[in-house]
């Protein structure tokens, strides 16, 4: 059985959620948005997000898979989904929910700058400073956490307990 415990509240979430949400919309005023989602782990975050984005708001959808373990990311990352329209001359944010070492972030990121959106900007839920391989930076982070394995709010292992409604860490027994 795995032992969960609880690292970030549903309301310590929410509350972060929210405040992040006014820095998105204090940052374009006036101006319209394209929110992507990273499948499967941003759907729960960029779906909060996006309610407290007080601007014209589009959503849509990317997914990459990484080869390699559940635990573990082997470098190599993989398109699965590309994005539905042309981001040029958009304003993209980039929603992901956890930054580790980097690599995904960064594909992503140039993979979407090739495209020359007006702007590119990222929001990430969690960043694990520590395990960090490539040198990127979120533009909007919710909360810096110690490395360990988390799960819950879109994050899963071997796609379980994305439904969690706190972030918790995996301790297996
Ligand atoms: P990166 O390319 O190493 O930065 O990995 C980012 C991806 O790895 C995230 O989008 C997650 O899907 C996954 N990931 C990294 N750490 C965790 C974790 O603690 N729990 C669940 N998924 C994680
Ligand atoms: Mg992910």
Redesign the pocket.
Known sequence: MDKLRVLISREQIAARVGEMGDRITHDFPQESLILIG?LK??AIFLADLARQIQLDTTFDFIA?S?YGG??H?SGE?RLVKDVDQSLNGKNVVLV????????????LKNLLQARCPKALKVAVL?D?TA????P?YADYMGFE?PD????GYG???AERYRNLRDICV?ESA
């Open positions: 990273v782990g941003a990459v990484s559940a635990k990311h990352v992901e929910d956890i930054l580790d070492t980097g690599l995904t972030l960064t594909y969690l694990k395990r960090r391989i490539e990127v956490i360990e394995f988390v799960v994050l899963d292992f995996l």
